[in-house]
Nanobody, 121 residues
Framework: QVQLLESGGGLVQPGGSLRLSCVVS????????MGWYYQAPGRERELVATITNSGRTNYADSVKGRFTTSRDNAKNIVFLQMNNLRPEDTAVYYC???????????????WGQGTRVTVSS
């Protein structure tokens, strides 16, 4: 069973910073792409940033230059450093992992439970 455990959300003032972390655990599961999506009230879940196991990153236009994603492949952890936060960044942030099992064909996707980020003065 693959589990994704996020941490690091909270309340921050505009212009502030937060760092999200997500640990992916699960025997015989190998992650390819890891990343983050967010869902604001009344909106669909949207991409924030992803990173492949070779380090290639992809960001939503709205966060480029402010957010940075990174990963520790040895520990299966993905990070999201969020700087210069804005009120419109307020959302529940979900960790995402896509990969494969050693002994099962196919690609699989998993999601964390979400961590809330609130940007407000």
């Amino acid at each position: 069973q693959v589990q994704l455990l996020e941490s690091g959300g909270g309340l921050v003032q505009p212009g502030g910073s937060l760092r999200l972390s997500c640990v992916v655990s699960g025997s015989m599961f190998n992650t390819n792409t890891m990343g983050w999506y967010y869902q604001a009230p009344g909106r669909e879940r949207e991409l924030v940033a992803t990173i492949t196991n070779s380090g290639r990153t992809n960001y939503a236009d709205s966060v480029k230059g402010r957010f940075t994603t990174s990963r520790d492949n040895a520990k299966n952890i993905v990070f999201l450093q969020m700087n210069n936060l804005r009120p419109e960044d307020t959302a529940v942030y979900y960790c995402y992992a896509k990969g494969y099992y050693d002994d099962v064909e196919g690609s699989y996707e998993f999601w964390g439970q979400g961590t809330r980020v609130t940007v407000s003065s």
